[in-house]
């Protein structure tokens, strides 16, 4: 991208704050962001949020390494891995989430769908923490996810479920999408 994403500006607010606007208004109870590269720039944003930062200093393992750290702050019975590009998020699709799982205690993750393809966030029970918390570096979340589709449940979702944005021109064309 250039840039950092959750720093990007959607009409006048950061994607960050929209993001935190839809999980401060969910069922969620704790949230914790996991900084990475240039974690300063994030910082300002969280502050004076009911959230907490935590910094990976092994960002550039990726997207799991980063789960990991956030795993290692909480002592709760699910975790979400939201993603820093969801501009749809909405603390309804989180609720029907939690809601999901709540109802069936055999559930060990939960994810929206949208037109058959699954999306973003994802719910995970604390039953498999340990498995992810102790991934091989060349495994990834997708790993964990298909060990355990009997166990994987889903909700209905949206588009911004399916979609996120790595260059310019995939933000351009969300930007697009949300001003619909």
């Keep these: 991208m250039g840039r950092n994403k959750l720093l990007l500006k959607v009409e006048g607010r950061t994607v960050l704050d929209r993001l935190l606007d839809a999980v401060l208004a969910s ?6 962001i996991v900084l ?32 990991q750290t956030g795993l290692r702050e909480v002592d709760v019975d699910a975790v979400f891995l939201i993603l820093g590009d969801q501009l749809g998020l909405t603390p309804e699709l989180l609720d029907s989430m939690i809601d999901s799982m709540k109802s069936d205690p055999y559930t060990l993750i939960v994810s929206p769908e949208f037109e058959g393809k699954r999306g973003h966030p994802s719910l995970f029970r604390g039953a498999i923490f340990p498995e992810i918390l102790n991934l091989p570096e060349e495994e990834h979340m997708k790993h964990v996810v298909g060990r355990h589709e009997e166990q994987h449940r889903h909700v209905p979702g949206s588009i911004w479920n399916t979609i996120d944005f790595d260059t310019p021109k995939d933000f351009e064309q969300a930007l697009a999408l949300f001003r619909v």
Excluded: C, Q, Y
């Design 36 to 67: 990475g590269h240039r974690p300063e720039a994030i910082r300002p944003v969280a502050r004076g949020r009911e959230v907490r930062t935590v910094l990976n200093v092994e960002h550039e393992r990726g997207m799991t390494s980063s789960f």
């Design 27 to 32: 069922k969620i109870d704790d949230t914790v």
